[in-house]
């Protein structure tokens, strides 16, 4: 780069290091946020020098593009350089004009992720050096469908790839990971993988010179063969160079068999799955839906019912998806007794299933246990320094069971802290994504030792700027429990800290002030950093108002307050127990994501300022007299955990 | 923003404007690239500048988020921001060093994609204002899953909607579009709704409550009914409450049949559709590959044969799909006579078929015709002020007939040179999407005026920073034939004369320096901006490698000479004409994309670098015998156009 980085690297000391520790739930002995993590007053000036040097880079990079034609210019006085259109075009003032006026409107009105008082969704604040990655990167506009359009970035995606496969603990070298737009393109995909697999080994059989491959195997076991097997399979049929007949095949018999196997999932998957098996070309009875566990886990017990029934009836299991952190609960499944059930079935019946984890929240809380080696640590109360989160001991246990699934979606631009776009998938095997490769026709010939990741993702092409974003956040936070496994443990301390003040019922002082005796109570112990809160009036008022449908009002009216005040208001989101309301029937809840780590003066303004909007909506309710079918509030959260 | 904008302003007059204006062929008076439109040194300052400011801004906005807390405070002696890890993710100085070495990496290694040379992909250049756009909006992280999370750019995404229908030539109102992360995806989601369109009136048929809507259709009506009356149907039943069971019937229905109905496309449909049928459960025998004519269109009288076979055989037609520039050839199907032939049908078998235009690359094109009041011009031969390119009349008709499609996949991010990620879905009656929704339950209500994107995408959460750049991009160069028109204008022109070039046998000339007679033709005249080019050696060689197996070897040769010299070298892609080879057996053939206009001079030093290389590799053959079976090259084009 420039001449001037010597002279930089003078200025490069660290901005805003932590310069003190905070102890168990006493005051902070420091002033600001996130140190050099996040964007803060103290690394503005480098953030920006940083980002002039990129630009300086770039242009001159663009300036070398735009002549590089001209050594060989035949006649010099022609022009070698493209030729553009002017009128508006070139007018940089209407740029300036633009740029100004969306930078205005962010400033004034984009919703504020970074403020403690910022717990909706699951958007996290970005660090600084993914932000510098991606604009970085993005200047240069590479295309990850192929190395050609993008030398660096694939490169870097593959560093991620192998970062994702140590995240879950899969084995460098068989494990691979892509990254993708999202959560949902990665369930896509790997139902897609998961239902394509099932159905090779009998289009196999129904192949003459493929049959000896899976003799001897009855048509349950053909219906549901380990998936390891399945994948030597695919690999001994590509050896005899029958893979794209048999795929065929398969297709075939998918389409003219009545289903493609049944998907099995907790009822309280991401509204995507069903958009998923839609897509798929599922019917809905392909698609059953397991009761949940008072915690909103999926019920083990019952799933194993009925994967033991369809085995029984010789029915075929498209895949089981377990949760890792579900989407309104953060409710973290027992994977590995789903894993045992399946361990089970091949013992008793030689039959098994494809297990998926939707770790797309979830997933970078394996972290928490990540020792620098990559091995995970034994479960410890509390095994972090610091973030004070205390692990249950079932949710360790199915992270460290985590491996032992077939695929994981884990999403970077959550838990990751990596901008959009930045969804990923992971699999145990790579042999899995060659059932589903297209090859090309316009690029090159790879070469040969990486999977390349255009025939073999389901979009082909994804930006090369994500992979630079992710690629840089994993390196400025880590990889560990020293890392990733602090910024995310202290989203989850954080949140089982609001549990605790939303469990105690004595606790409800401030909404006295507004003259009605309202209640918010925390629905169950969170497994990772999603709360949800009942919110209603108290047991002396609460025949008014049925199916919790103070939950709906009481979003609406915190959402309608945002909308006012967006940069010191209080965000939260809703949520909703169709498949198991609480007793009194409450479905509508309110929903807190915290992806940031609270002192305890933020935790009061927070329970603050949630107590007042509820008891507002509570009062507003009472006033305009809506009400509707009765409903029993209980006066304690304990009755529900 | 800050107090110096005013300051600034001053400094905004316009850099780089073009002074003047190339003649025919002639030599350009000016001496670079873009003006304003592209980075270019004269508006580097600017570019700093501005985003300097957006920094500022973001930084700003950062530290009132973080203080959103702080007026509530209960106890002012506690600190209500968050608390954030130390050690290695608070060190700066590991920030900038990631940075530099991300951004020397991508200087020197990046794909070179604004050098006139670079000539292999669908990458654009970016403009100045989409690039600042995608990174103001960038740094705030928005999502426009939902306007909870990103209240801005899900408002620019609705303006790039009514643009995009804009260019397609829907009613805004009627019309809806989406971005999406790329044309595959796109895709997907066109065919996902098509496949769920088809089978609503047989499942309504069955529905007790719903029959009567469909009474006295015959089940060859009931299997393809015009698409206008299935969304009228759609209402009716939406109105009766009847959308989910009736959508829950067809589902089953579309399990329980053998076949959703056959998907025609033409044998030059990108590799991303065979993906999308086996995504979408469709069977191998449910896609029809429909033959091509010589300049590797659509045969639409083969199209037709095969459309009335199935109609007579009372066998249900999923959808036609069109190519609107094909991924290899840059061809444009003859949409109107697809049409045309879809309106026979209506009329003689009162049946008909969902028609989508996969018009990821071609679609901002039509801009070559657009009047400043969103009208389209009639043909004329030269329809544009300057670029030179001539259309042919029949392209200029398909788009004409573009508005009666009923679905257009057209991304930004080719043509409409916005970055990545930023495909785009388009949708002629928006009452198409309503049966794909799917509710969330994490978001609040809307306000109803205006189509959420969320429950109404395929993959729901999209970078609102896409949003943004698409946004600037369509302001800055402008949706008319004075903007994007006169930018693609000039890259279709550059093709032509490429093809000109390639066309004439005198002009091998510079070939003979290397002592090979090859020869490199245009396989025949291009509809838009891809050429593609035979090589291979003269006729007296060219009994010595078969299936224009040179085509490849030239191609790896340059690719070669790229990885070792990324900044001057020339770049190209390959295309593989496996349905329809040319005369001799040709498959393999250089592919050139041209995303910009080449001066005469540039011109120039591609075609001698190409016949170069070409020669180069047509050499190395001779020495190093490489020889397979016979093939004939013709000596000139003409045989192929």
Known sequence: MGPDRSALRTDLRPHGALTGRRGKGGPMRHTHSGGGLFPHPENRDMFTELLRQVIDDYY????????????????????????????????????????????????????????????????????????????????????????????????????????????????LGTGWAHLSSGGSSANFEALWIARN???????????????????????????????????????????????????????????????????????????????????????????EKVELTQTHRVDVRALGRRVRALLANRQPILAVVAMCGSSGEGAVDDLDAILQLRADCERRFGASFYVHVDAAFGGYCRSLWLRPDGTMAPFEDRPLDGSGARMKPEVHAAFRALHLADSVTVDPHKSGHSPYPAGGLVFRDRRAVSLVARESMYFGQGNGTRIPFGPHT???????????????????????????????????????????????????????????????????????????????????????????????????????????????????????????????????????????????????????????????SVAKVGTDGVAARPVSVPASAKEWK
Chains 1, 2 share one sequence.
């Not at 100004?100 to 400033?107: C, D, N």
């Not at 970074?114 to 050096?129: G, Q, R």
């Not at 989203?491 to 002082?509: D, I, M, W, Y």
């Not at 909404?511 to 999603?530: K, Q, R």
Request: with cysteine; glycine share 8%; net charge negative.
């Open 60 to 171: 001159r990079w663009h300036a070398q593009c735009a002549e590089a034609a001209a050594p060989a210019l035949i006649d010099p006085t022609h022009e070698a350089v493209a030729d553009c259109p002017a009128g508006p075009a070139g007018d940089m003032d209407a740029v300036a004009s633009l740029v100004r006026e969306l930078s205005g409107r962010l400033a004034h009105q984009a919703t504020p992720v970074p403020s403690p008082l910022y717990l909706a969704h699951m958007t996290p604040d970005i660090p600084v050096a993914a932000s510098l990655a991606y604009l970085c990167a993005m200047l240069y506009n590479p295309n990850n469908v192929t190395p050609e359009t993008a030398p660096v970035t694939t490169e870097l995606e593959h560093e991620v790839s192998d970062d994702l496969c140590r995240l879950i603990g899969y084995q």
């Open 458 to 616: 389901l979009e082909g092409g994804r930006p090369g700027a994500a992979a630079a974003a992710v690629w840089a956040a994993h390196r400025q936070i880590g990889l560990h429990s020293q890392g990733y496994g602090r910024l995310l443990g202290g989203c989850v301390a954080t949140a089982q800290r609001l549990h605790k003040r939303f469990s105690e019922t004595g606790r409800t002082g401030p909404t006295a002030t507004y003259g009605v005796d309202s209640e918010v109570i925390s629905c169950f112990a969170p497994d990772l950093n999603i709360l949800n809160l009942s919110v209603g009036p108290r047991e002396s008022e609460c025949r008014r108002v049925g199916g919790g449908a103070f939950g709906r009002l009481a979003l609406d009216s915190i959402l309608a307050e945002a909308a006012d005040e967006p940069l010191t208001s209080l965000y939260v989101s809703g949520n909703s127990f169709t498949g198991r309301p609480l007793p009194g029937g409450v479905e509508q809840v309110l929903r807190l994501c915290t992806m940031k780590e609270l002192g305890p003066a933020a935790l009061d303004v927070v329970e603050l300022r949630l107590r007042a909007a509820v008891s507002r």
């Open 197 to 287: 697999l099932r159905s090779v080994p009998s289009a196999a059989e129904a192949h003459p010179a493929a049959a000896d491959l899976v003799a001897d195997r009855s048509p349950l076991v053909l219906a549901n063969m380990p998936v390891p097997q399945v994948l030597d399979l695919l690999a001994a049929l590509s050896a005899r160079g029958l893979l794209p007949e048999v795929g065929r095949l398969a297709a075939e018999q998918r389409r003219e068999a009545n289903t493609s196997g049944t998907l099995l999932l907790a009822q309280s998957a991401h509204y995507t799955w069903d958009r998923c098996a839609d897509l798929l070309g599922l019917g809905p009875a392909d698609v």
